[in-house]
């Protein structure tokens, strides 16, 4: 049988007069997240119809969840637009889309097409029965609280028959919302966050401080692989990994700042860098991965202490999330096998025995103080590395050397 894939809009439909601008941006994204099948589409006002070779099917389902704005979407079973073929299709379509286990069945007409005859309860009372009695097995009707519905969506010169609805990641079309700035480590929730700030429509870019050789080079290929997997859900298929090099920082913190207060004086100066590295490339926000009291860091007093030398906008998606959900989504979006590596990061090496939780502005900048941190925070500016990395990317920094700068400088050679 004859199939097509319908795509429904989400909170996008509640745009008004600017939902022009954000069904545009999503048919672009899908056109080029399917450019290299062969598919073909029709457009209407509230969903997209996807034509499709059968055996690309669970490709496309695959990558359809990869596309932000997309609500949910149904692969539909194509039918001529009258009551016999429209019976006959949807008997069919419960012989193989139906679970085992499931019983109790409803079936649902949509006429989109006033023209026809019967109105849609009309029409649900005609095939209802006909559907069931050809269908292999079995079903009890129950429309207060049924295991399935059966839609049976008529339009102009066709009808689709479908069963199962598949939620899409919705949210709203990549980029819509503006630009922001990930500060990206290789733990669990960074890219998480990264990739719910994409599913509201923010374009990302991704910022990871790199302490090599303090940090075993495995750390940042994680960064790296992480990054591989984020990219599959932006418009072009790539993302900017920017590697920035905070070895020296690093040992000018651990020297000279009072052991309590070394997470909290390095965040700030992550935060300093962000910020500064947004204004110059035009970045709205800086995004991470704090959860209020996941970590000694996170607290709100720390929170507080460690933004206060920023003015910059801080998104936190997961600001509200426990770890076991922030893993399972980890996992739902391929990152945990990554994340769970036991590489360490700066942000995770030479970590104090009692961190502050709730630290003090007056004694993070008598710390600080005790640093010439300007020139440092500049020559990280300067040196930062980027890459533009895509699913493809091969990129594998650990055969090449110590430091990031030697295996990056290697492996151009090579």
Not at 137 to 160: G, H, M
Not at 393 to 408: C, M, P, Q, R, W
Request: glycine fraction near 6%; hydrophobic fraction near 40%; proline fraction near 4%.
């Amino acid at each position: 049988m004859k199939k097509k894939i319908i795509i429904r809009f989400g909170d996008m439909m509640l745009k008004g007069r600017n939902i022009g601008f954000f069904i545009k941006r999503v048919r672009l994204h899908l056109i080029n997240k399917l450019k290299d099948l062969e598919v073909n589409y029709e457009f209407t006002h509230d969903r997209i119809f996807i034509g499709f070779l059968n055996e690309d099917e669970a490709e496309i389902i695959l990558r359809l969840h990869q596309i932000p704005g997309l609500y949910s979407f149904n692969v539909a079973y194509v039918s001529q637009p009258n009551i016999e073929d429209i019976i006959s299709i949807g008997s069919q379509v419960l012989d193989i889309e139906a679970d085992q286990e499931m019983m109790h069945l409803k079936i649902e007409t949509r006429r989109h097409d006033k023209t026809f005859s019967l109105t849609s309860q009309e029409i649900t009372q005609k095939i209802a029965s006909p559907i069931l009695k050809g269908a292999k097995r079995k079903y009890t009707v129950d429309v207060k609280n049924p295991e399935e519905i059966l839609y049976i969506d008529l339009r102009q010169n066709v009808a689709y028959v479908y069963l199962k609805k598949i939620k899409g990641m919705g949210g709203y079309p990549y980029g819509t919302g503006g630009k922001g700035l990930v500060m990206m480590s290789g733990g669990f929730d960074s890219p998480v966050a990264a990739y719910l700030a994409m599913k509201q429509g923010i374009e990302v870019e991704l910022y990871h401080f790199e302490s090599t050789p303090m940090t075993p080079l495995e750390s940042v290929q994680k960064v790296i692989d992480l990054a591989k997997i984020l990219s599959e859900y932006t418009l072009t298929g790539t993302i900017n990994l920017h590697l920035v090099p905070f070895a020296k920082i690093h040992e000018e913190i651990l020297s000279k700042v009072f052991d309590s207060y070394i997470i909290t004086v390095m965040r700030r100066m992550m935060y300093r860098l962000g910020e500064r590295f947004s204004k110059r490339n035009k970045l709205l926000c800086l995004i991470n991965g704090e959860s209020v009291g996941q970590v000694a860091s996170q607290t709100l007093q720390s929170m507080q202490v460690v933004e206060g030398v920023t003015r910059i906008p801080i998104l936190r998606p997961l600001i509200t999330y426990d770890k076991n959900d922030i893993i399972e989504i980890s996992k739902k979006i391929k990152t945990y096998d990554i994340s769970v590596q036991p590489f360490n990061d700066c942000c995770s090496i030479y970590v104090p025995k009692a961190p502050v939780t709730k630290p003090m502005e007056v004694y993070a900048s008598k710390y600080e103080q005790t640093i010439d941190f300007e020139p440092l925070l500049k020559e990280a500016m300067e040196n930062t590395l980027l890459i533009q990395i895509s699913k493809d990317s091969d990129i594998i920094l650990t055969n090449h050397g110590f430091t990031v700068k030697e295996a990056y400088s290697n492996m151009k050679k090579d």
